[in-house]
Each structure stands twice: as structure tokens, then as C-alpha cells.
């Protein structure tokens, strides 16, 4: 199973947000999930944070196996590497909740290959504070893009 993951700031930074969506090998969707943050204003902390939404999604899913995808270098060298930054208590965590799977692995792909969850971080920044999920149905602008399986 595949969940990418996106994060994004307001204009006016003081909401931010980040959003997963998940799918099947043939591009199927399988669930989708979005927080709305107040007061976090640096893009790199969010990305992680993204990452984080992604882990919550795939338990959410129980998911055993899954890749996760972030079009930020910077979150996927962290989560994968030694170092921790300065968001290193959600690398932690991150870390320890991957490892209750069979095998988790984050990877880099472009912008391009990530809209879906892009767009969904986009559009939450009007939802409420929280966490917001859907199951059965994506929400409104995504899954609509063309999908191509790794």
C-alpha cells in the first residue's frame, strides 16, 4: 500500500495543515486523512508532521506493509537517516510507531507524483482545527488525478 503525504501553511501562517492519502497498488482509494494545526509556521516541522499523519492513516487502515511518499527531501532523509533536527521527538516517534510494521519505507517522490495530497492539505486549511478522515469516499478534488503505480 502506498500513502503520500503532504503539509501546508496559510498565508497568513498562522493555520497549517497535513494530509495522506492512501492506495492500493492498482490506484484504488483506500482512505484519505487531513489536520488542521494552529501556530506551527515552519514548513520542514509540517512535512514531519505529515509523515506522522501518514502512520496514523496506515493503523487507521491496518496496513502491514506500506510505502510512504513525501515530496520533501529534507523529511524522508531525516526519517531514514541518523540525524533528528529540530523536530527530533516526532522523528522519535515516528520511528518507534514504524517499526510495529512489517515493513515501512519512506520515500521522495516529485511534487507532480504527490498532487493528491497536496491538493487535500491545500483545501484542509478551511476545514476546523482536528483531524478529519474519510473512508470510503475521497473527499472533494482528489483521487481525480491520473495515477501511475510504482
Known amino acids: 500500500m502506498k500513502i503520500n503525504v503532504d503539509a501546508a501553511l496559510s ?3 498562522v493555520f497549517s495543515s497535513v494530509a495522506a492519502v492512501a492506495r492500493n497498488g492498482a490506484g484504488d482509494f483506500l482512505g484519505a486523512s487531513s489536520v488542521v494545526i494552529e ?3 515552519d514548513p520542514e516541522t509540517m512535512e514531519i508532521l ?3 499523519e501518514g502512520l496514523a492513516l496506515a493503523n487507521d487502515l491496518s496496513f502491514r506493509r506500506v510505502q510512504m511518499a513525501s ?3 529534507n523529511a524522508v532523509r531525516s526519517l531514514s537517516g541518523s540525524t533528528l533536527g529540530s523536530y527530533g521527538h516526532i522523528i522519535k516517534e515516528i520511528r518507534e510507531g514504524a517499526a510495529s510494521f512489517q515493513e515501512m519505507v ?5 511534487r ?3 498532487q493528491d495530497a497536496h491538493i487535500l492539505a491545500r483545501s484542509s486549511l478551511y476545514n476546523s482545527l482536528g483531524r478529519h478522515v ?3 469516499d475521497p473527499p472533494d478534488g482528489v483521487c ?3 495515477f501511475v503505480p510504482n
Open 144 to 146: 481525480n488525478s491520473y
Open 106 to 110: 519512506f520515500v521522495h517522490e516529485r
Open 134 to 136: 474519510w473512508f470510503f
Open 50 to 52: 505529515a509523515c506522522r
Open 112 to 114: 507532480e507524483a504527490n
Open 39 to 41: 501556530g506551527i509556521t
Open 71 to 73: 515530496d520533501c527531501s
Open 11 to 13: 498565508k497568513n501562517k
